[in-house]
């Protein structure tokens, strides 16, 4: 697999909760950390996401916003 996205993180499929149209799928990518993502439920199916199997959270994104409490 190569992408030009540059923050790929390995991890675990932890949960893939299914809903009407999509799912959310949360990967944990050790030290504690989940990252959770809302996908269609066909991707879910083309890339037969279950709980255990590897998998890639790609994030590209052309803005990070940054808050901080008072």
Request: hydrophobic share 45%; net charge negative; proline share 0%.
């Amino acid at each position: 697999m190569k992408l030009s996205a540059r923050n790929t993180i390995k991890g675990t499929v932890a949960s893939v909760e299914k809903g009407a149209v999509n799912a959310t799928v949360r990967i944990d990518v050790g030290g504690g950390t989940i990252i959770t993502s809302v996908i269609t439920n066909d991707a879910v199916e083309e890339l037969a996401l279950t709980e255990g199997k590897t998998a890639y959270a790609v994030i590209k994104a052309s803005h990070v916003m940054v808050a901080a409490e008072d």
